[in-house]
């Protein structure tokens, strides 16, 4: 007779993990963070999941089942919102209009909520996204597609259906991207989410 080993209800089989599908959803910002890029621009990451629906906590499922400690694993659904310089270049002008539309998206897609300067406080509101699938190249030379979050919108917008989805992302042939985007999953239902 074999022993039973603990956990083995929550341990997450090979081939379980469920994909994402390509399309628009109601998003719970779950939390905001200061950055500068690699060459010195100030933007906020706001990480995301999937507010309802099918889909509800699609990524905090995604993340507690990641292998490793809470600094190895990555959250997967996020947008870069870039600050602008306020230096009266053109490309600042189209930064400047860039934040604008998101401030405005989280406006109209909580009532009540009105853009304070305080990106901390962005966090449990809503916003839409819009999703495509993007390419990629596996270690092993084959090509595999992922979910990714391309562009974001109001809440009002995803409900009516009022969007054009974003254009998948298909690598060139001769590209040599190599990437490892999903490991094996295992359940990690003790870990902390980052935020």
């Known amino acids: 007779m074999i022993n039973r080993f603990n956990d083995y209800e929550k341990v997450q089989a090979f081939g379980e993990r469920r994909f994402l ?3 628009a959803y109601v998003l719970k910002i779950m939390g905001t963070k200061m950055a500068t890029s690699k060459n010195g621009n100030q933007y906020i990451r706001v990480s995301c999941d999937i507010a309802d629906g099918e889909y509800m906590g699609y990524y905090t499922a995604d ?13 997967r659904c996020y947008t870069d ?3 602008p310089k306020n230096d009266g270049t053109e490309q600042d002008a189209t930064t400047k209009r860039r934040f604008k539309t998101f401030v405005t998206c989280l406006e109209h897609s909580n009532d009540g909520y009105e853009f304070d300067w305080n990106e901390e406080h962005w966090k449990g509101l809503l916003i ?12 092993d ?4 597609m992922y979910t990714q979050l391309k562009y974001t919108c109001s809440v009002d917008r995803v409900i009516a259906q009022d969007y054009r989805l974003p254009e998948d992302e298909l690598l060139e042939e001769d590209e ?5 985007m999903f490991e094996e999953l295992n359940d990690g239902d003790e870990e902390t989410l980052p935020f």
């Open 63 to 75: 993340f507690r089942s990641q292998k490793g400690d809470i600094n190895s694993k990555k959250w």
């Open 141 to 144: 030379g084959t090509k595999s």
């Open 128 to 139: 839409g996204g819009l999703f495509n699938q993007k390419q990629y190249k596996k270690a």
């Open 176 to 180: 040599v991207a190599v990437t490892q």
């Open 21 to 23: 599908p390509k399309g």
């Open 81 to 83: 919102v870039y600050i």
